[in-house]
Each structure stands twice: as C-alpha cells, then as structure tokens.
Nanobody
Framework: QVQLKESGGGLVQAGGSLRLSCTNS????????VAWFRQAPGKDREFVAT????????HYADSVKDRFTISRDNAKNTVDLQMNNLKPEDTAVYYC???????????????WGQGTQVTVSS
C-alpha cells in the first residue's frame, strides 16, 4: 500500500514560487501514477497535475499549465510540483494521490497524503 506525505507548502507573495514534494514511504507492489489535487475553502477538490510511473506522460489543469511542473524520481520515491508565478487563486491545501492510471479523478485515487497548505498573498 502506497503511503504518501506532502511537504513544502507555505506562504508566498503573488508572483513567487514554491516547490512541493510528495514522498512515498512504502515500497510499491506495482507501478502507480501520482497526481496533485488541491482544495480551496468552500470548494471541491480539483485536479492540478499528474505524472505516469515512467515519467513519460504528464497532464496539467488549464489553470496551472505553463506555471507548474510535475516531476518524479522513483529512486528517491518522490514526486515534486514546482509552482512558479503563483497567484492568490492558487491558495489551497495541496494533496498528492496515487492512482492506477495516469489520469484519475479524486474518487478513483488509491491513497492520499495528509495535505500541505499553500497561501499566496496579493
């Protein structure tokens, strides 16, 4: 069972950058994709970005395309989300999740991290 934990959240001014990391502490029994989701207060959890196990396929939400970059290092069991040119509307709790296919909805996630808060001030 994949066990995920996020780190790297914090407070940043608009236009700034943050790098989130998702670490898997349990050895996987089979390849899995990892996605980042986020949830702002009063809103549904939304997809941000996803990456396949072999690093060959990535997908991004239109709202973060060209600003966020997802990457993974299987040797270190980490998946990172580099977030540049942050906007106040990026403020949310960010979660990483594992899935059996590269694109999966929140209700199809196999496991979740506990989340990390990202706050962007204007």
């Amino acid at each position: 069972q994949v066990q995920l934990k996020e780190s790297g959240g914090g407070l940043v001014q608009a236009g700034g950058s943050l790098r989130l990391s998702c670490t898997n502490s349990a050895p996987p029994s089979r390849p899995f994709a990892v996605a980042w989701f986020r949830q702002a207060p009063g809103k549904d959890r939304e997809f941000v970005a996803t990456i396949s196990y072999d690093n060959r396929i990535t997908h991004y939400a239109d709202s973060v395309k060209d600003r966020f970059t997802i990457s993974r290092d299987n040797a270190k069991n980490t998946v990172d989300l580099q977030m540049n040119n942050l906007k106040p509307e990026d403020t949310a709790v960010y979660y990483c999740a594992s899935g059996t296919t590269v694109l999966f909805s929140a209700d199809k996630a196999r496991s979740w991290g506990q989340g990390t808060q990202v706050t962007v001030s204007s």
